[in-house]
């Protein structure tokens, strides 16, 4: 007798073989139909009980969350709703689910309430379907990267240098928490923490990626990132994966070509692949959108929004372009936005964004060519002096969902801006080397994989993507 | 003109055609000869010069680890050691890099001395290898497990839970370093910290995989674990990755099959995908090797070494065997362990290990049934009351490289222990309710990534398999 997945029983052609199967119960009905589901699949066996055979009080034990073990004959099935189903000869329970105090229980449960059952959560439909499209999605990055000549690099968690300058950081110590050593100065004296140094945990790997960048040629991070910023909505974590690839020998061009190249490879990765999920979810969007206003609903089923990314080219429009259109629009002749859009060198709020891509162009779009002002200090410095050769790109319901750029090679430029900006040159001397010694040409972006996974699944709040959030004051389990 | 890397023109079939290259010169010589790599193999690429053709002033600045692009044509090489090379029309350097000062010169550096320069030691050969075979075995976990059913699963890194008890813990942290905010009671008011709670960098994310293999069936992790333990061995790294399968309805024998299965596979995958890097790294090590006494060296070239652990099967051994062979064993009786066994129930140390897996049974190793004293609370109580039903799987070299068990799926036994251990049951409510509801036989193991790389590239110190190690006194980069 061979054991199996549930997903490998629906799916292969076993008809009339004995096999066993555990599973926890979804629901038992007619003390006959148990619908079984391992998370193997969105999709329950249907296994039959001949009630009479087997002792009433091993059947009360089969309530909804019970693990259990049926073995039998895989048959086809009489009923609606399944192609087989388990003749059940033998019957063990693993551990039984006390309906009175186990909460998932068969019934809509809100996304809230699940959020504080994040150790159970898993085990609803919904979870559990975004969950596999967020492990097959990982999957389709790392196979994409793989199969296009990069290198996985795993670029330092803790980092000494304070200088990334994406955000606020998490300080990492072992110090005493009361009373620290001090200097003479009576600062902290973290010459005697752990690493001999201040510490804290990093909001990008791209300054060590670009490093192997310029040796291996092509490289990606994938791995976790952190900002101690207050921010409480439904798109920032404190915790979240982020994908970072950097090519030596790439400009800004070739560096949006990979990117919506890369996207789309991996949205129909999850096409393929995830279908019995995203349908689920996209049912499942579309029950939750009927009571929002026509507004706020997304328009389009999600599965088509899905293809509808992999079959269109994304626009490609510069800031300057941009902003035309945005001190043009309606919107922003009316008042309508919250910041409206006066002159060149305005930094693009989230109102904006959308407006270009859910309004305007109508699908993605990649903005380049930004004020040198508004963007990070590694940029390159195009030849007009102000603009830097940045892009980023906006996705519909999501907003940015991609930063990148092609990076300044020239030690001089990067110098100058570093100084700029009152960087102690000496945090960077690393980085500044790779401009010493056969700099050349080069490029990268982030994604930001959660926010990924919301577009991919349909779900509105970036914590029901991520298995345990960490936003502030929750750092539960 | 396409663009090309290195690897393709080499393995290719690009003969005669008009190729475009960039990459960094490993060596120029005869004003005539240019060696030139872009990190997408460890061969280099032959680029012939006609120095009659190009100006003095560009051909002095092709140093070792000046970036150029080269175009030409690819024709079959006259000379020795190479098939193909590139007929050189035009040249442009990207950056040069200055003899003076580079230290990547072409000449046999100190692996001590190439750690200090951890931002360039990418562009030696023995880095790059290390760092592509790196890759790929991440690649070959990730497609092993996908292809056999499990889904990936990010378990948090920052955690407010502290009964993991597999080591010592870093601190993370908003509060004001110097006078943090303080209770009633004078001890420092963690529920002011950006979390609400005091929070810490995990150990390991198996109690959070737990949750979910208990939903999904069978799920890993793959991701950042930390130690702050003040262990400063070759061994040992204060950050390091670590891959962490978890499944649902396993016994410890499932488990022990599916490492095993796992390991092999993932050899396997690198012995087929990185043959020229292993080439090189197995050549290095023997070279290495030659200064060091007969005893010390690791006995089989790299690749055979490899080659066995796939073929063969690893001996499984109960901790009860293990104990009775070490202590009739002659370095035990003749008191050249520094730790002599004696009686049951003594922990192995590293040299016992060793003895097992070089000299006893030289072979892979997998000790399993240990004694539960020696063994975290959440393995599973064997009917004998003092084992539990754990395993260890013992290398040649590297010692522990997977610890494992089937996990106590009983609450009350749990419970015991637990209480046993003075860990408050409220700190581990949600672990204790996979136990309340729905619990079942399930089983899982832990692999640190570093030493699976030391394994697998020979190097003898686990700082130079990561690209910027962590560890007491050290976050440089």
Redesign the interface.
Known sequence: MNIF?I?QLLTGTHLLQEVVI????KTYRSNRFIALN???TIDNIQCVVDFEKFDESLLKQITT???I?VSGTLVESQGKGQNVEIQVANLVV?????PE??P?QPKKHSLEFLREK???R??TNT??AV??V??AL??AI??YF?QN?F???????????DAEGAG?M?????LD??N?P?TKD???DYSKD????E?N?TVSGQL?AE??A?????VYTF??T?R?ENSNTSRHL??F?MIEPEM??YDLDANMDLAEDFIKSIISYVLKNCGKDLSFLEKRLLEEEKSKPQAERSGMPLMEKLRFVVDNNFKRVSYTEAIEILRDSKPNKKKKFQYTIEEWGADLQSEHERFLVEKHFKCPVILFDYPAKIKAFYMRLNEDGKTVRAMDILFPGIGEIVGGSQRE?RLEVLRDKIKALDIDEKELW??L?????????HSGFGLGFERLVLFATGMGNIRDV???P?T??????
């Open positions: 997945s997903k555990s599973g926890w119960v391992d998370g193997s969350g019970a693990a073990k693993h551990g039984g689910a006390d105090t186990y998932i994040a150790h159970l898993i085990r979870f559990s969950m596999r967020r492990s990982s999957f790392h196979q793989q000549g290198y996985y690099v795993n670029t330092p968690i803790i980092t000494g240098s606020e998490f300080r990492v110590t072992t928490d009361k620290p001090l009576g600062e902290v752990f690493f001999g140094k510490t945990l060590e490093t192997f310029m040796g291996l040629g092509k791995g976790p952190f101690a404190s915790e994966w030596a020998f090679e690393w980085y080397d790779l401009r010493k010694f056969g700099t050349a040409v991520i298995p345990f960490r502030p004051q929750n750092a539960e389990f």
